[in-house]
C-alpha cells in the first residue's frame, strides 16, 4: 500500500505520506504537528492517531519511543451537545 | 547552544516571531530565539483566532488596521508555503444595553474617523449577517466587514520560515532562568542550556512576562489571568462573521475547517494556571445557546485555557525602558497580542535601532505608567 493512501488521522484527513514530508521539514513532535496538521484535534482528540503517530516519529527519527510524547490529555473524553451542557447547568442553579 | 548573539528574544509565541522577522529584514540577523516549550505553546497557540479592528482607543484602532492590511498580504510577503487561512468574513458586536449602545457610537465614529469601515446597526440588520442571532434584549450592533479569522500556528509558523531564512536561531525546549544585568546594562540571558552573552534581550514571554522583568529588575505593571475556551466538532459553514458581546461576555466563531470556537473571559484571580474548568462550560454553553440557539446542537470536543497578559489601560507595552539599557518588551497585549503581532513586530524593531517609528509610540511606552493619569483606557475586551 501506498503511504499517500494510509490515513493516519481520520478527523484531519492526514497521510503517512503528509507525515513523512512534515517530519522531513523539521516537524519532530506530536505538539508541533497537531498545531501544522491537526492531527490530535478533531472528534476523536487523537484517540486513533497519537499512538501511531508517535511510533512513526520513533521510527523516522530513531528515538526510543518514551523519548516520544504525544498529546496532552484535556476534557472532553467523548463530545457532548451544549444544549444538554446548558440543560443540566440550569437544573442545578 | 550559541554563547553570543546580537539579540535573544524570550519566547516563541507570534509576537517573538515577528519581532525576529522584522529585526531580521532590517539587516540585524544575529538572534536567538528561547522558547521553553514549542513554538506558539502558549497564549498564541490558544488563542480565539480572530482579528478585528473594532476597538475603543485610538491606539488600538490604528495598529489593528495595520495589522490587517498585513495580515491581507502576508503569505507573499513572508513567502509562505502553507495556508494562513486569513478569511474576512466580518466581526459582529452585539450590544444589550444603552450605555454600551452609546460607546458603541463613539467607536463607530473613531473607527470610521481612521478608515475602518465599521456600521453601526439594527438588530434586524445584525440578524440579516447572522439569521441565527438571537436579538431579544439586544439593543444594537457594530459590523466590520473586514475583521475575520487568521490561524495562528500557520501564521506564526510564516514568520518564523521567514526568519529562519534570514539566520534566525531558534532554541526550543530551552527555559530562561535569569538576564544578568550590570551597570544597567543588559549583559547576559542565562538558560538551562547555557548562557548567551548579548547586549539586547526582548522580552517577548506573553503570560509569562512579568517573570522575565522581573528577572532583568524591571518591574513591569501587568498580570496574567486564564481565559478558557472551547471548541466544537466541525460541521458545514453556517456562521460568517465572528460574533462577541462585551456585556454578555462571549466570542464566537466557526473556523474555515468548520469547527466553532468560543471563549469568555471570566473573572479569575492573576496567576499562571490555565486550567479547565466546570464553571466555565456551564456559563459558556448558557450564553452561546441564549445568543446563538442553534449551536446547542453540536458537540463540545475539547476545551483549554490560556493566559491574558493584562495591562493598566489594556492597551500593549512596546518600549524599551530608562532602568535597564538593552531590555526591550513587547508584552500586556490584554488578549489581543495574537492580532496585532505584525505592528509589534514593526514598531519594536524600529524602537530598537533607533528609527522613526510608523506610529508615535508614547502610549505603548512603559513610561506612560509612571504615576500619570493614564490617556486611554480600553474597554472592548472579552
Known sequence: MKN????????????????????????????????????GMGPCQGNTCAKMIQWEIAKYFDRPLEACAIKNIRPFTMGVKLQAIKEAAEDED | MRTRADYVIVGGGISGAAIAYNLAKKGETDIVVIEKSYMTAGATGRCGAGVRQQWGTKMNCTIAKMAIEFFENAEEILDYDGDIEF???????????????????????????????????????????VPHLNTENMTSATFCATDGHLNPFTMTDAYYKAARRLGVKIHTGTSVEDIVVENGRVQAVVTDKGTIKTD?????????????????????????????????????????????????????????????????????EPGLSTESTWRFLDEMAKTAVGLLPPLGELRVIRQWGGLYNMSPDRQPIISGTDEVQGFYMACGFSG???????????????????EETTVPMDELALSRFDGKDLEAYETSVV
Do not use: W
Open chain 2, 200 to 268: 539586547v534581550v526582548i522580552n517577548a514571554a506573553g503570560g509569562y512576562a512579568k517573570q522575565i522583568g522581573d528577572m532583568a529588575g524591571v518591574d513591569i505593571p501587568v498580570f496574567s489571568q486564564n481565559r478558557e475556551i472551547l471548541v466544537t466538532e466541525p460541521v458545514e459553514p453556517f456562521q460568517n462573521p465572528m460574533v462577541i458581546s462585551f456585556s454578555k461576555n462571549i466570542y464566537c466563531q466557526q473556523v474555515p475547517h468548520g469547527a466553532f470556537i468560543m471563549g469568555r473571559g471570566d473573572d479569575r
Open chain 2, 336 to 354: 489581543h497580542g495574537f492580532m496585532f503581532a505584525p505592528m509589534t513586530g514593526l514598531l519594536l524593531s524600529e524602537l530598537i535601532l533607533g
Open chain 1, 4 to 39: 499517500e493512501d494510509i490515513v493516519i488521522c481520520r478527523c484531519s484527513d492526514v497521510t503517512l505520506a503528509d507525515l513523512y514530508e512534515l517530519f522531513e521539514q523539521g516537524y519532530d513532535n506530536f505538539e508541533e504537528l497537531k498545531r501544522i496538521a491537526r492531527v
Open chain 2, 87 to 129: 478569511k474576512q468574513r466580518g466581526y459582529l458586536v452585539v450590544a444589550s444595553n444603552k450605555d454600551e449602545d452609546e460607546q458603541f457610537a463613539k467607536n463607530v465614529a473613531l473607527q470610521n474617523s481612521l478608515g475602518i469601515p465599521t456600521k453601526h446597526l439594527t438588530p434586524k440588520q445584525a440578524q440579516d449577517i
